[in-house]
Nanobody, 133 residues
Framework: QLHLAESGGGLVQPGESLRLSCEAS????????MGWFRQAPGKEREAISCITSSGGGETNSQNYADSVKGRFTIARDNTKNTVYLQMNNLKPEDTGVYYCAAEAPGGSYCRVALPPEDEYPSWGQGTQVTVSS
């Protein structure tokens, strides 16, 4: 398992941007597909994005939930053991706690679809994002 720590959340107005970061304490993060989830108040946690592993030099693939497609971008920097979520044109319905998670090494689910929660054995503690005017 990886130890993950999210940062970058905050309070923004509709239309503004935020970049979330998720840093792993292990350099082996590059061998793990990574995902971002969010949990809105009173709702279940939902998958919003994932990025495949690239430890073997393979090209990354990404997947997004329809609700964020075209506004959010996931990226990773394996030299910093960090995965990012760039969130643009934020809306009030994007409010929630954002979590990053890591699949088991070698997981390939993200190449074809957003993996469900039970594909991720490692989780961060979450960071709050509030979009409000």
């Amino acid at each position: 398992q990886l130890h993950l720590a999210e940062s970058g959340g905050g309070l923004v107005q509709p239309g503004e941007s935020l970049r979330l970061s998720c840093e792993a304490s292990e350099t082996s993060m590059k061998f793990h597909a990574m995902g971002w989830f969010r949990q809105a108040p009173g709702k279940e946690r939902e998958a919003i994005s994932c990025i495949t592993s690239s430890g073997g030099g393979e090209t990354n693939s990404q997947n997004y939930a329809d609700s964020v497609k075209g506004r959010f971008t996931i990226a990773r920097d394996n030299t910093k053991n960090t995965v990012y979520l760039q969130m643009n044109n934020l809306k009030p319905e994007d409010t929630g706690v954002y979590y990053c998670a890591a699949e088991a090494p070698g997981g390939s689910y993200c190449r074809v679809a957003l993996p469900p929660e039970d594909e991720y054995p490692s989780w961060g503690q979450g960071t709050q994002v509030t979009v409000s005017s």
